[in-house]
């Protein structure tokens, strides 16, 4: 077993270190922010994921898992160093690599044994053979350090799953010393090692991101002609999905991807490209698309009704997704400040985001708008001029299309996840538009 010291305890770093604990190595966890760091060795898990807590508890009370700021302690005397540090996107689209740079720098002058220095952050094609030299510049110490990229996989609301019992693990190493070190720390786990050179595995990690970005937004162009055409984006996507080939996952037409990855990963790769002479059409495409897509329901219902001035507009779903509390590039971080600019009355319903989502856009008026956050759903829907559905919540799911007919002050619907089909709402007397489907009463 191993000592791993990991940085950064974001939803990567944290659900990392919980599971290389829980397989038995001796994790120490490095954050930089001390309210995360007690919240941790108190139990509790300062991100939102099913089952982290609980596994969470397990290996703290069981000692195999500590938190810390202190990263000298941490990294002294680590065999292996995972680094988990946001890579956020900068305004021209490339990768921020500062978090990097300066964990490098404090494992440069930190450690005093042999350490490999695993990077699982996505960073851009290249980025590690420079981490690496960063550090043996820095170093004070005389030891063997070599850096490894190990690209994650995770997916957020199913993180804890998704790192137990990966479909694959990506290994780049650059000597045999790195690979045997890094096959070890995943041997307990028993799960498909792939190993390439650096440079691939950075590289694999783009293009499977924006892969999956690709087939969405080419499954939201298809639904855009669907409407037109009067095709049903779900009833092509079943009869594409039979195809082996294609596959029957990611076809789901909606409002557009949102989260930490994708959108940051196609414009990263995108912005590679074009450093190195090359556009990269495809994933350029997708990002345009996406953007438009995004605000495709509020055009829509723009076009509907005279104005959102005055009008009480119930809003089910601020995260990216279901089964997290994360809003980055959320579909309605684009629309909710529309809305308010025209003067809408917002009610905002999450079972999970709304806390996160109150620290961008707090509770109360705005210039013309205001923003109320309710607890249950028939709060949000009470007397509601207009519903906009941008996350597909077990919670929403459950919304019978009864409840819109007999709540809403006018049952007119924009569902953004296509949780409903269209016969339901016709019956039920709810005028309602979803994506790449014909709208409906
Ligand atoms: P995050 O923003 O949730 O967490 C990053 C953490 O690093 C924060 O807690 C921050 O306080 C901490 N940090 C910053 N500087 C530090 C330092 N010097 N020492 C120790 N800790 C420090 O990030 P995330 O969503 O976990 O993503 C991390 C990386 O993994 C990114 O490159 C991302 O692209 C990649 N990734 C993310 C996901 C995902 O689903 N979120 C999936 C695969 C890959």
Known sequence: MFKVAIAGTGYVGLVSGVCFAEVGHQVTCVDIDEKKVNLMKSGVSPIYESGLEELMQKNNAEGRIDYTTNFQSAYR????????????????????????????RQIAESVENDCLVVVKSTVPVGTNDKVEQFIKDFLVNDVRIE?????E??????AVHDTLYAERIIIGTESKWAEDRLREIYEPFHLPIVSVNRRSAEMIKYASNDFLALKISYM?????????????????AEGMSFDERIGSKFLNAGIGFGGSCFPKDTKALDNISRENGYELRTVKAAIDVNKDQKISLYKKASKRLITFNGLKVAVLGLTFKPGTDDLREAPSLANVPLLLEQGADIY??????????????????????????VDDIEQALANANVCFIFTEWGEVKAVTPDAYKRLMRTPLVYDGRNIYENYDMREAG??????????VN
């Open 77 to 104: 005397n680590a065999d292996v160093i995972f680094i988990g540090v946001g890579t956020p996107e900068q305004p021209d689209g490339s990768a921020n690599l500062s978090y990097i740079s300066t964990v490098a």
């Open 147 to 151: 850096v490894a990229s190990n690209p």
């Open 153 to 158: 996989f995770l997916a957020q609301g199913s």
């Open 348 to 373: 905002a319903y999450d079972p999970v985001g709304a806390s996160n989502f109150s620290k961008v856009y707090p509770e109360g008026d705005f210039d013309k708008g205001t923003i109320t956050y």
């Open 220 to 236: 939201n162009d298809i639904a855009n002609l669907c409407e037109l055409v009067g095709a049903d984006v779900q009833d092509v």
């Open 430 to 439: 709810v005028e309602y538009h979803s994506i790449g489907r014909a709208s």
